[in-house]
């Protein structure tokens, strides 16, 4: 259960639930100060001679983690100087007990110089103003002693978060200094993997400090980063009796004749992905287009919501996905005829572009024709997310892109897949994933098609939703980041094989 996230109230509980348990609760923070001295030395031991380190603790726990640090560091031997916001008469519980036994001098914050040069120059500081107790906006002495700190361009260990992130929604409250080395305890929060927070925490260490996983599997956590422990039970293996028809058959829906390349891509998306057959459905004039591009993938002729409906008869289609390409008149016909079609409740769908687009600020209207469909995913991006859910305040004023997604797949009662660099994952059910993969090379024309084809080609062969979208959004980042620069939305399906090879069979990898 490495895998899930604990936002800032939840790593309280669990604080609270190790200590009534009977682990001490400065046994936990001289386990977080350990590891954050070790972060030090690490960062010290790139530079030549680094011995000279700035703790700069802030008036909480976060701080007391900060006196741990500084204790150890002073112990092995480096040079340090502890700068301190407060009062330090005020200092309660395991943070006092902390600074207790740091026996050196505490220098007020507003004092303490992280660009100084010459015999007093730093080469590493830690940052323990403040962490998962973070309340309000950063101003006045922390908010200048951080700015200074980002302007020195020292390397800097922060103590859980940087003193400013906001764990819960990756945003920062006033200021915050990026850091080289972020050091988390017990469980990842959701602000380490949204954006900017992220970015802001450089190379993230998650340590385990004594909390027991039955404290936390207590709290019954309903957030995750998307890694393959989320999913890979349910990836679907063909049998060894499997046959094309019993890996699913997914069916997209392609635009006219000067917007077929879309479908094409979905559709290749979903086959190499594992759905056994999939067939283009193509307006009769862009039959010629399409079949002059096609070879595995079949081709059927289909205009209207009429020509859906009939092929939709064919029980064996498993799938269906259609948005991109199609103009948002067309795709609302088409969506409406696929949700009153033949097996329209087992059937999966994947509504992307022109699909969610022509429901723009009728989300309670697309949540009705959907009511009765057993799976469905969307993959709106930013533009299309706002949109849809322009009419839905939850969705549009939540704090974080988190919530946002969760709130926008509770009104709709669908997954939605909200893409960006920090993609969230959400179900009608509250279970929600930070995807953890990927490459700035995917912003290409056409790489959205792909994912919506990834999604229905497992969707195709009946794995369970949430679980089909996650494995979807985590395996296209990973084709992402394998062909690197120079990436085009085609060569997406192109690396999946090994992609699957190593993910899947990671003795082949
Ligand atoms: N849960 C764990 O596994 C462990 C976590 N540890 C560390 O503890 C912190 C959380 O500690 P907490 O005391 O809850 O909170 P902080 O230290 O982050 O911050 C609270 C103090 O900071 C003041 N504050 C908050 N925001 C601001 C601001 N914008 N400007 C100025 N001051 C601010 C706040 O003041 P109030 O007036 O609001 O009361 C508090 O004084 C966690 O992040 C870990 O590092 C444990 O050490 C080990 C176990
Ligand atoms: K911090």
Not at 248 to 264: F, I, K
Not at 472 to 477: E, F, I, K, Q, T
Request: with cysteine; proline share 6%.
């Amino acid at each position: 259960m490495m895998h899930c996230l604990l936002d800032t109230e939840e790593m309280a509980e669990a604080d609270r639930g190790a200590i009534a348990g009977g682990v001490p609760g400065i046994a936990l923070m001289e386990a977080a100060g350990a590891a954050c001295a070790d972060a030090a030395v690490d960062l010290m031991a790139q530079t030549p001679g680094g011995r000279r380190v700035l703790v700069a603790c802030g008036p909480g726990n976060n701080g007391g983690d900060g006196f741990v640090a500084a204790r150890l560091l002073a112990e092995r031997g480096y040079a340090v100087t502890l700068a301190f916001l407060g009062d330090a008469a005020r200092l309660a519980g395991d943070a006092a007990i902390a600074a207790a036994r740091w026996t050196g001098a505490l220098v007020p914050l507003e004092q303490a110089d992280p660009a100084a040069s010459g015999d007093r120059a730093y080469d590493v500081v830690v940052d323990a103003l403040f962490g998962a107790g973070l309340t309000r906006d950063v101003s006045g002495v922390p908010a200048a002693f951080l700015e200074r700190l980002a302007a020195s361009g020292l390397p800097v260990v922060a103590v859980d978060v940087p003193s400013g992130l906001d764990g819960n929604t990756g945003r920062v409250r006033g200021t915050a200094c990026p850091a080289a080395i972020t050091v988390t305890f017990a469980r990842r929060k959701p602000g380490h993997l949204l954006q900017p927070g992220r970015a802001l925490c450089g190379r993230l260490r998650l340590v385990d400090i004594g909390i027991p996983d039955a404290v936390i599997e207590s709290l019954a956590p309903n957030t995750f980063a998307n890694e393959e422990p989320l999913w890979r039970a349910a990836f679907p293996h063909p049998g060894i009796d499997a046959h094309k028809y019993s890996r699913g058959h997914a069916l997209v829906l392609s635009g006219p004749a000067d917007a077929t390349g879309a479908a094409r891509l979905v559709a290749r998306g979903a086959l190499r992905i594992g759905a056994g057959a999939v067939t283009i459905g193509s307006p009769t004039d862009a039959l010629a287009v399409n079949a002059a591009q096609l070879t595995a993938i079949m081709l059927r002729p289909c205009d209207d919501a009429d020509d859906l409906a009939g092929l939709l008869e064919d029980p064996r289609i498993t799938a269906l996905a259609l948005g991109p390409g199609l103009g948002r008149e067309r795709a609302r016909a088409l969506v409406e005829a696929a949700a009153g079609a033949a097996h329209a409740r087992t059937r999966a769908l994947v509504l992307d572009a022109d699909a969610l687009t022509a429901f723009a600020g009728e989300h309670a209207a697309l949540a009705r024709l959907l009511a009765g469909v057993e799976r469905v995913v969307a993959t709106p991006h930013a533009g299309e997310f706002a949109k849809l859910l322009s009419d839905c305040p939850e969705a549009r004023e939540a704090p974080s892109k988190l919530a946002a997604a969760r709130a926008g797949a509770a009104a709709l009662g669908i997954v939605l897949v909200d893409k960006g660099p920090d993609t969230v994952i959400a179900a009608p059910d509250g279970r929600a994933a930070i995807n953890t993969t990927g490459t700035p090379y995917l912003a290409t024309a056409g790489s959205g098609d792909v994912l919506a084809g990834f999604c229905a080609g497992l969707l195709a062969q009946s794995m369970p939703v949430f679980e089909a979208a996650c494995a979807a959004v985590n395996l296209h980042g990973r084709a992402g980041a394998r062909v690197g620069p120079g990436l085009i939305a085609e060569d997406l399906p192109e690396a999946l094989p090994g992609v699957l090879g190593e993910v899947l069979d990671p003795a082949s990898g």
